[in-house]
């Protein structure tokens, strides 16, 4: 089982990236989606989570209003789609994937992909 995150990369403020996990080895058409990231020396923190069936989302107070959490499970991938970019914002990106919590806690999430890392200069 294997996710993978790409999409990411070097934006100024207030621009957008669009980060697209994809997995393969099974399908997480059952599972909850998440992204979180992790700022440059800081932890890891909660960024979104989606709902196995897509009709649930939230979003760490930081981000909501200009990240989307999105998904489709006919293609095993989930997006985040980054916009109004702030310099804040700068951190590797990790897709991960919980088999049954509803959750913000990373340790509830059972897969995780690689990181992406995503600079947003000012």
């Known amino acids: 089982v294997q996710l993978q995150a790409f999409g990411g990369g070097l934006v100024q403020a207030g621009g957008f990236l669009r980060l697209s996990c994809a997995a393969s080895?099974?399908?997480?058409?059952?599972?909850?989606m998440g992204w979180f990231r992790r700022p440059p020396g800081n932890e890891r923190e909660f960024v979104a989570a989606?709902?196995?069936?897509?009709?649930?989302?939230f979003y760490a107070d930081s981000v909501k209003g200009r990240f989307t959490i999105s998904r489709d499970n006919a293609k095993n991938t989930w997006d985040l789609q980054m916009n109004n970019l702030k310099p804040e914002d700068t951190a590797v990106h990790y897709c991960?994937?919980?088999?049954?919590?509803?959750?913000?806690?990373?340790?509830?999430?059972?897969?995780w992909g690689q990181g992406t890392l995503d600079t947003v200069s000012s």
């Open positions: 991960a994937a919980a088999s049954t919590a509803w959750t913000w806690l990373p340790k509830f999430y059972d897969y």
């Open positions: 080895g099974r399908s997480f058409s059952s599972s909850n």
């Open positions: 989606i709902r196995w069936s897509g009709d649930s989302v």
